[in-house]
């Protein structure tokens, strides 16, 4: 399997993993949220591992503008899923599935990184 980076090109982290993969020689397949939109299936996956919580970015400005009632909301798989459907962009960036199975991890780290090369 090849590996896949997900996110936003505008996004810093997401350009900052691109070049560390590109420097490093990784050749992977770049999935747009905002042209391409979530994979659901793969979702389901990024839900079990590396879980819910991992996913959820809590510190950007799209989950500071979701209402009260939203953001309370999510407590568990279920319901961040439909909030990350909803909003893409309250997803992690990025997240990266490394080919083998349940092989994914979230956010850029380039010393963890290593272990995936």
């Known amino acids: 399997m090849t590996t896949t980076?997900?996110?936003?090109?505008?996004?810093d982290t997401v350009k900052r993993a691109r070049?560390?993969?590109?420097a490093h020689g990784v050749a992977y397949t770049f999935h747009d949220f905002k042209?391409?939109?979530?994979?659901?299936?793969?979702?389901d996956r990024w839900l079990q591992a590396p879980g819910w919580e991992a996913l959820?970015?809590?510190?950007g400005t799209t989950w500071r503008r979701l209402d009260d009632a939203t953001r309370a909301s999510v407590v568990d798989?279920?319901?961040?899923?439909?909030?990350?459907?909803?909003?893409?962009?309250?997803?992690?960036r990025p997240v990266v599935n490394w080919?083998?199975?349940?092989?994914?991890?979230?956010?850029?780290?380039?010393?963890a990184w290593k272990n995936h090369v």
């Open 5 to 11: 980076l997900y996110g936003i090109p505008n996004c």
């Open 99 to 111: 080919g083998a199975a349940r092989d994914v991890t979230t956010g850029f780290d380039a010393d």
């Open 35 to 43: 042209k391409a939109g979530v994979p659901e299936a793969e979702l």
């Open 19 to 22: 070049t560390w993969l590109d």
């Open 77 to 92: 798989a279920a319901s961040a899923r439909a909030v990350l459907l909803e909003n893409p962009s309250l997803i992690k």
């Open 56 to 59: 959820v970015n809590r510190r």
